[in-house]
C-alpha cells in the first residue's frame, strides 16, 4: 500500500481508513464492532486527541509525520491483522484508559455493567471490603473494582507474571497500587485462605473447536488466556469447586464463561445459575451464592 497524496485532513484519514478497512473484512470484537469506530480508535489516539474533539478539527491538515503515522498504523491493521488496542497500546474498560500489549487479552468484559452498578442488587455496597478478581491479565477488572469501591482491598491474581507487569503498569497509571494487591497464581493454588465478599474472574474459557475457527485478530492475544480445554471448561470447573473455601457466608461468585455456557449448563444441569443480563444483549456470565456452592456437589469428572 502506498500513501494516496490526496489524504491531508484528519476527516481524510477517517474516511479512508473507514473504506479500506471494510474492503479488508476485518474483525471487529476488541473494542470496536464497526469500521468507523476501529478508524477513530487508532487516528485520534495516534495524533494524541480526545475522543470528544471538536468537530471542526477533523479539517485540520496533517504533517508528514503524522500522515505517515497513520498510513502505516492503518496498513499493519489491514495485512497484519492486529486489533486496534495493541497497535495503539490503549483499551477502555468501565470507562478507564488500560494500557495493552500482547502479554495481556484485550479488555471487553460485560463484567463491566456490573462493576458499574456496583454488584447490586445482589449485594449491599457497604458491605463490600474485601474482592479477588482471579486471571486479572490487563488489571482492568480489578481496578476498576477499585474505582467503584475506594475502600475495599482487592487481590488481583493471575499465572502469567508477563500479565502481572502490565498489570501493574494500569495499578500505577490510575493511583490504585496501594488498593490493588497483585498476586502470581494458578487460579487459587498458591492463593492464602482469606474470606472474599465477591470473586470474580474473566477466566480462558475458548473451547476447542472454537479456538479452530477464530478469526485472525485473535491469535495476537496471549494463548494462555483464550484455551480451556476441548469444552473451555477446565479453569471453571475449578474456580467452581475452589470458590466456597474463599467465599464469606453472603460472598458471590461471578464468572464470564462467554460461549461455553451452554457446554456448563449441560455439564451442570443442577446448578442453580443465574444467568446475567446485559444493555448490550451480551450473554455467559453467571452468579453463584456462597450458599450455593456449599451445598452443591462440584467435580470436574
Known amino acids: 500500500m502506498n500513501q494516496p497524496a490526496e489524504l491531508k485532513t484528519i476527516r481524510d484519514f477517517l474516511r479512508y481508513a473507514t473504506s479500506v478497512f471494510n474492503e479488508a473484512d476485518l474483525y471487529y470484537g476488541h473494542g470496536t464492532d464497526n469500521a468507523w469506530d476501529e478508524a477513530v480508535a487508532l487516528i485520534l489516539h495516534t495524533l494524541h486527541l480526545p475522543h470528544d474533539i471538536n468537530a471542526a478539527v477533523l479539517d485540520a491538515q496533517l504533517i508528514e509525520k503524522e500522515r505517515q503515522a497513520i498510513f502505516q498504523l492503518i496498513h499493519r491493521r489491514i495485512t497484519e491483522r492486529i486489533p486496534v488496542a495493541y497497535l495503539t497500546h490503549e483499551a477502555w474498560f468501565n470507562g478507564l484508559s488500560f494500557y495493552v500489549d500482547e502479554r495481556v487479552l484485550i479488555p471487553r468484559s460485560s463484567i463491566a455493567e456490573l462493576i458499574e ?11 463490600v471490603h474485601h474482592i479477588l478478581d482471579l486471571c486479572t491479565g490487563s488489571g482492568c477488572i480489578a481496578i476498576a473494582c477499585a474505582k467503584a469501591f475506594p475502600e475495599a482491598i482487592i487481590d488481583a491474581s493471575d499465572i502469567s507474571e508477563e500479565a502481572l507487569a502490565v498489570a501493574k503498569i494500569n495499578a500505577l497509571k490510575h493511583f490504585v497500587d496501594e488498593q490493588v494487591h497483585l498476586h502470581q497464581s494458578d487460579l487459587f493454588n498458591t ?43 477446565d479453569y471453571v470447573v475449578q474456580i467452581m469447586r475452589e470458590a466456597k473455601h474463599y467465599l464469606k457466608p453472603k460472598g458471590l461468585l461471578i464468572v464470564e464463561v462467554g460461549n461455553s455456557e451452554a457446554a456448563l449448563m449441560e455439564r451442570f444441569p443442577d446448578l442453580p445459575f443465574t444467568w446475567m443480563t446485559f444493555k448490550n444483549g451480551d450473554t455467559g456470565v453467571f452468579l453463584l451464592t456462597a450458599e450455593e456452592l456449599r451445598d452443591m456437589d462440584i467435580t470436574d469428572e
Open 191 to 233: 492463593l492464602p485462605i482469606q474470606q472474599y465478599d465477591i470473586i470474580i474472574s474473566n477466566p480462558p474459557y475458548v473451547g476447542a473447536d472454537e479456538m479452530a475457527i477464530l478469526p485472525k485478530e485473535y491469535h495476537h492475544e496471549p494463548a494462555i488466556g483464550l484455551e480451556a480445554g476441548e469444552d473451555g471448561l
Open 117 to 127: 452498578e456496583q454488584f447490586q442488587p445482589w449485594i449491599e455496597v457497604d458491605r
